[in-house]
């Protein structure tokens, strides 16, 4: 591997693999190919415009003339797609645009790394495609059972990639990551949304009882999970990437608060997500076999992503305070308070 292609590159995970790769891999270029949608940020890039080794295109993964372009023109030979559409919420108002990039733009991207005979393709998925586990660990031979847009067309694009590697020889490879916190996180997603409420003293608005298990895990420890696998993983395979440890959503809110040194009082009950997952809980065995192991606890986890936001409020305070979020965040909670 030399020339990087990482679709996504200006999101959240998209941006923390791009550090990650730039500091472990003095060798390897790095191209990040990014639509620039409400959730790509060139702030996330803004330590890395320099490094003679980064090249920024925008594009969108849709658009296979824009993709052939930049797989030529930059002679690359690895594709790391994080590019996506990722939001629960949002799927279930707008489906359709997430099959579009989900599974449309996943297969646009199959096919140049079929043209152009990749060294590697790395899928960025999620634990979301099981569906939701109230008992056990999903592994990577479990069944999907997906219960929204998102899920959906994640599990799509999966399912493209395992069908590219059977019929063409794509030498595929994919992660199932659990939620992830830390920087450069869209404040939209409940940790940011969280940690940002409680520095202005507003609601933490907590979908129903709040007893929903997640396992969260630091960004950087998901990006070495993946550089493991894009390494060392099997053509072919899944592996689940997570602490193993799950917390209650309604724990994570209260740790925050205290963190912060906020009143519990400002939880604010609302109308539950409709098809909300109660569990996820991914079997991590597979990737531990490679080495892997998640570095962060969820308490240094959450902490230092608390820090971050407190120390970063230039990069939040104008993503907030604009017109397309403030839309947003009228039309998911206005009215859904539980009193």
Request: aromatic share 10%; glycine share 8%.
């Amino acid at each position: 591997m030399k020339n990087l292609l990482i679709t996504g590159g200006a999101g959240f995970i998209g941006s923390n693999f791009v550090h990650h790769i730039l500091e472990t891999h003095p060798d390897y270029q790095v191209v990040v190919f990014d639509k620039l949608t409400y959730a790509g940020n060139l702030d996330n890039l803004k330590d890395v415009t320099r490094d003679p080794r980064y090249t920024f295109v925008q594009g969108d993964i849709c658009d296979a003339e824009a993709v052939e372009q930049v797989m030529r023109e930059h002679q690359i030979d690895t594709i790391v797609n994080f590019a996506a559409d990722t939001h629960v919420d949002r799927s279930l108002m707008e489906p359709g645009t997430f099959i579009q990039t989900d599974v449309y733009g996943t297969y646009v991207l199959l096919e140049a790394a079929k043209k152009f005979g990749v060294e590697r393709y790395h899928q960025i998925s999620t634990d979301e495609v099981y569906g939701e586990v109230m008992e056990g660990r999903s592994s990577e031979e479990d069944r999907l059972h997906t219960r929204s847009p998102y899920s959906a067309s994640k599990a799509g694009g999966d399912l493209m990639c395992l069908a590219y590697f059977t019929s063409f020889g794509v030498p595929v490879t994919i992660t199932r990551g659990s939620n992830n916190i830390g920087p450069y996180q869209y404040p939209e997603k409940v940790v940011p949304l969280f940690i940002t409420n409680a520095i202005d003293d507003i609601p933490l608005p907590l979908y129903g009882d709040g007893t929903q298990m997640r396992d969260y895990q630091y960004v950087r420890d998901h990006c070495e999970g993946i550089d493991a696998v894009l390494h060392q993983g099997q053509p072919g395979e899944i592996y689940n990437l997570g602490t193993g440890v799950e917390t209650r959503n309604i724990d994570m809110a209260r740790l925050i608060l205290k963190l912060l040194g906020k009143p519990e009082s400002l939880i604010q009950p609302i109308t539950d997500r409709p098809g909300h997952d109660r569990r996820y809980a991914l079997d991590c065995r597979k990737i531990q076999s490679l080495g892997w192991r998640s570095r962060h606890s969820f308490e240094e986890a959450l902490e230092k992503t608390v820090r971050w936001y407190v120390d970063n409020q230039w990069w939040w305070r104008k993503i907030k305070s604009g017109a397309h979020y403030e839309e947003y965040y009228e039309r998911q909670y206005a009215g859904r308070e539980i009193d």
